[in-house]
């Protein structure tokens, strides 16, 4: 993809990136978050995780947003990003495959967002081992333009690097299945009973958005396979 830059570098609308981006990466630093993951009936093909999220809890600090002027970095959305089996050029068949896992992804694609403003590219990342239910994480990330409001390429954007070191709640497996085209019998024969306590399924009720014509259900994992 192309990550929207400033047409024009003189406008007092843009701010300057080398004055709003080093601050920035001082400042993010969760404490804590989920990581997500989910399938739907081409596991019972393919046997691949279909997505996986990690989204970090809220931080509470001020900070001046190029779209919003000075504001407090809760007062958006949680930052997350999200990466795929694909993308990773890893099989990963359950959440447990993640473990102790050094994964590089696209320098050249946007994975997630710290808010509207800016976008988040993840060129490295690396998980822990899986204890009590919980998995440590070390994220590098670059903060690039999300609304076109900072100066600079992204290649600028590059010469800066963040780091994000700290544990994640593994939330319950997420299961899509069709209305009319899908079983999630069929579906629960192929997903490990050693890695996810299938006798507990139920439809979710954490999820964010469930479409007209789906049916979601969560499995919960187990706290160590």
Do not use: C
């Not at 590059?158 to 780091?163: A, E, F, I, M």
């Amino acid at each position: 993809m192309s990550f929207a830059q400033s047409e024009n570098q003189d406008d007092p609308g843009i701010k300057k990136w080398n004055e709003i981006l080093p601050e920035l990466y001082d400042k993010i630093q969760p404490n804590g978050g989920k990581l997500k993951h989910s399938i739907d009936k081409d596991y019972i093909t393919d046997g691949l995780i279909q997505g996986i999220i990690v989204e970090f809890n809220e931080m509470n600090f001020e900070y001046n947003d190029p779209l919003y002027g000075e504001t407090n970095a809760k007062n958006h959305f949680q930052t997350y990003f999200t990466f795929s089996s694909y993308e990773a050029k890893m099989k990963f068949k359950t959440i447990f495959d993640l473990e102790d896992k050094e994964i590089f992804l696209d320098q050249t694609e946007s994975q997630g967002a710290f808010s509207n403003s800016f976008i988040l590219v993840i060129p490295k990342l690396k998980f822990g081992r899986i204890i009590d239910g919980k998995i440590d994480i070390e994220v590098e990330y670059i903060l690039t333009n999300g609304t076109g409001l900072i100066s600079g390429t992204f290649e600028e954007h590059s010469t800066l690097k963040g780091k994000i070191k700290t544990k994640l709640d593994i939330a319950d497996l997420i299961i899509s299945i069709h209305k009319k085209y899908g079983n999630v019998e069929e579906v629960l024969k192929h997903i490990p009973e050693n890695e996810y306590r299938k006798s507990e399924v139920k439809p979710a009720t954490h999820a964010n958005v469930i479409p007209s014509d789906y049916d979601l259900y969560q499995i919960p994992v187990r706290k160590e396979n």
